[in-house]
């Protein structure tokens, strides 16, 4: 992003040169061809490069290159962009559409002080400062660097993202568990209560019944004996009236059968499980 077109042209010779048209050698390999000398290998990397000579521009064409999923991993911008936005507007406007771009702002002036930079800006380990008139080698390191920067906040935010995925899917599974866990402990809570209480209805009958029994018993012997007395008998009466034998006696199977069937609920969802 910058104002006057000539620096764009320098930046494409710098960034995008690939080596001559159709294939032909370089001035290079042609001398190392005749003369026996090594051509120096080409081995930082080459750029695709997209101008905008204002900053209302290059905002479009980020916005652009973001609705596209081919964002821009770089952008050089220039401070003075007469008539519109300077280049520290434009930068702070771009990071609202792309707060991942790496910026090299391009200056010959001192408009900004690195403090008043950061003031306006904000995340300082996401631009540097080159100064105009710059060196080659200067643009081509910072290029590579800043890119090869932006490429790994790419794969760090990837994995970041992965793991996130990771986490929600176990979280996921653990709530699946928890309620299908709860799910077979209220299927086992129903007939375990169930069978709880029949076993304390069957402990009460049998004392009922144990007392009526201890009662005749008792009675048996005095008859024996030849001592029966009206007041053993009125006990015998008492223990028949309390045990309500009536009631106990048919229920007991049902309760029993009740609780056999409890127990073979809790046996299959065990076994389920």
Not at 27 to 41: I, K, M, R, V
Request: aromatic share 6%; glycine share 6%; hydrophobic share 40%.
């Amino acid at each position: 992003m910058d104002d006057n077109r000539e620096i764009h042209k320098d930046f494409k010779k710098i960034l995008c040169d690939s080596g001559p048209p159709g294939g032909a050698p370089s001035h290079d390999e042609t001398e190392a061809f005749l003369f026996g000398t090594s051509a120096e290998a080409k081995v930082l990397p080459t750029f695709e490069i997209d101008s905008a000579f204002q900053g209302q521009e290059g905002l479009e064409l980020v916005r652009r290159a973001v609705r596209e999923n081919r964002r821009y991993p770089v952008a050089f911008v220039d401070v003075r962009m007469p008539p519109g936005w300077d280049g520290i507007e434009t930068i702070s406007r771009v990071w609202e559409v792309d707060p991942d771009l790496q910026v090299i702002i391009c200056t010959a002036y001192s408009d900004y002080s690195l403090t008043g930079m950061v003031a306006k800006l904000g995340r300082p380990d996401q631009f540097v400062i080159l100064k105009k008139p710059f060196d080659v080698v200067e643009v081509q390191q910072l290029a590579d660097a800043m890119a090869a920067k932006w490429d790994e906040l790419q794969k760090t935010r990837r994995r970041i993202g992965e793991l996130e995925n990771s986490v929600q899917e176990r979280t996921t599974e653990l709530r699946v568990s928890r309620e299908q866990a709860a799910g077979l402990a209220q299927e086992i809570h129903q007939p375990a209560h169930d069978l709880a209480d029949n076993a304390r209805f069957l402990q009460d009958a049998f004392a009922k019944i144990n007392h009526v029994l201890q009662c005749h018993a008792g009675l048996l012997q005095a008859l024996k004996a030849k001592q029966a007395e009206s007041e053993l008998v009125a006990q015998v009466e008492q223990a028949l009236k309390s045990a309500e034998l009536d009631y106990l006696v048919p229920r007991i199977p049902d309760v029993l059968r009740e609780s056999m069937d409890r127990a073979e609920a809790v046996a299959r969802i065990v076994g389920a499980m």
